[in-house]
């Protein structure tokens, strides 16, 4: 059964988010922001994908179906009532400012999503002028080596199958951490650092999950090649 994406209209000002790869944003007028995202319908199947056109300069490493079979390789009470996923379109001012993160977990008025944002197709990831932390450098490492710092700022340059496993485990199966972390304990700015930890952890404890579909959607990208 082939799924049909949601057509949204263009979007207005995304608004201000900052600080990092992920973050959890709880408001319930949250959607006030880009679009408003309705609360899905008794008939609709779930989560409902919205994949936008990224910019000239960005790509998608994983398309939103992949997402979704991702998802679905999850425990069902994981993913459960996830709503969206939004593969979604920013500018290259957006990136070049640093407001936003790779990825996040939006919730409120009925509306569950998570949001994964393209990558740039040089696969140069800006770390920015100051060296990033030991802990940073640690966990990109595991992913690649290639980190240096060049005309005043450190870079990470990728290649596309590990750019491909990092977005299914460390920024989606993140995000889908934050979803469960938040339905189980209510989250404040207080536990805000506790709710990251929470999120890192889960997607650490779903590496072998990761490794799995990663190896399964690169076996069907091959096979659609033949």
């Known amino acids: 059964m082939n799924r049909k994406y949601t057509a949204w209209k263009k979007s207005r ?22 679009h408003s995202l309705k ?3 008794s008939t609709d199947e779930l989560p409902i994908l919205i994949q936008d056109n990224p910019s000239r300069d960005f790509f998608f490493p994983i398309s939103a179906d992949e997402a ?6 999850l425990p069902k009470d994981d993913s459960l009532g996830i709503t969206h996923i939004w593969l979604r379109r920013f500018s290259k001012t957006e990136y070049e400012k640093g407001a936003l993160p790779l ?9 569950r999503v998570i949001i994964l944002y393209p990558f740039p197709k040089n696969m140069i990831m800006n770390l920015g002028s ?12 595991e992913w690649c080596s290639d980190i240096k710092k060049a005309d005043g700022s450190w870079v990470l340059r990728w290649n596309l199958p590990a750019l ?36 890192d952890q889960y997607a650490i404890q779903k590496t072998a999950t990761a490794t799995q579909i990663f190896n399964k959607l690169e076996k069907l990208q091959t096979e659609s090649f033949i």
Request: overall charge positive.
């Open 130 to 141: 100051k060296k990033p932390s030991a802990r940073k450098l640690k966990e990109l490492g």
């Open 68 to 73: 979704s079979e991702a998802i679905k390789a």
């Open 39 to 41: 609360r899905p319908s």
């Open 164 to 199: 491909r496993k990092y977005y299914i485990n460390n920024l989606l199966y993140h995000e889908v951490g934050h979803h469960v972390d938040w339905y189980n304990r209510y989250w404040t700015m207080a536990n805000a650092r506790q709710a990251e930890e929470f999120a």
């Open 13 to 34: 000002k995304f608004g201000d988010i900052y600080g990092g790869r992920t973050r959890a944003r709880l408001n319930d007028n949250i959607f006030m922001r880009a």
């Open 103 to 111: 990825a996040e977990f939006i919730c409120g008025s009925g509306v």
